[in-house]
């Protein structure tokens, strides 16, 4: 079956940094996608990563590993407007859907 | 360029209805996706279109249905409402080939079954 795996709640207090981890199970996997959503907003695209490794845009950050099947959205510099669920969000060959996780709602106290 | 467009924004219908959304995509995207969100829940795919046709489905019944438009524009159908079927409509747009640049999303349809 098809499944992602990520924590249902994180909190951080600003300018700390915060690491939100996500499992995924599926065949045929392409690439791994991070999106943050507001309450009564839309989700934001963030990140995408396809390969191994690091990648980095600004404050945020994402990491893949195939082999483990796993990967993280590092969140750096915590601000009070980073307060906000977090989706990852894998897309697999077949026809390039995406499939989301859960959530994980991000608490950033002063 | 503008951006993910959806109307309505907010809808009730009654249980037995039927109702149709809409979704403008943004500017440059040829792919169309149409996702349930539930409270507390992440996106659930319904369902995907590319060049007018489905190009991929979720575990949604035949009551969900949708089209596509040659401006790629979209609209998703849903017959003989339930009660369950209350959720957050997103449409998200997309490009072929263009994972890595994402899902552009609208803001989507709260729609509420009474």
């Known amino acids: 079956g098809q499944s992602l795996e990520q924590p249902s709640e994180v909190t951080a207090v600003e300018g700390a940094i915060v690491q939100i981890n996500c499992t995924y199970q599926t065949s045929g996997f392409y690439g791994l996608s991070w999106y943050q959503q507001h309450d009564g907003g839309a989700p934001t695209f963030l990140s995408y990563?396809?390969?191994?490794g690091l990648e980095e845009t600004g404050r945020f950050s994402s990491f893949l590993s195939r082999s483990d099947s796993y990967g993280y959205l590092l969140l750096q510099e915590l601000q009070m407007k980073d307060s906000a669920s977090y989706f990852c969000a894998f897309t697999n060959t077949n026809a390039g859907k995406s499939t989301f996780g859960d959530g994980t709602t991000l608490t950033v106290k002063p | 360029e503008t951006g993910v467009t959806q109307s309505p924004t907010h809808l009730i219908k009654t249980r037995g209805q039927q109702v149709t959304l809409r979704c403008s995509s943004q500017s440059g995207h040829n792919t169309v996706s149409w996702y349930q969100q539930a409270l507390g829940q992440g996106p659930q795919f319904i369902f995907q279109y590319y060049r007018e046709e489905e190009n991929g489905r979720g575990n949604f019944p035949p009551r969900f249905s949708g089209l596509q438009f040659p401006n790629y524009s979209s609209e998703l159908n849903v017959n003989a409402l339930e009660l369950d079927d209350s959720a957050l409509y997103l449409c998200?747009?997309?490009?072929?080939?263009?994972?890595?640049?994402?899902?552009?999303f609208g803001s989507g349809t709260r729609l509420t079954v009474v």
């Open positions: 990563n396809a390969l191994d």
């Open positions: 998200a747009s997309s490009f072929s080939g263009g994972e890595d640049y994402g899902y552009t």
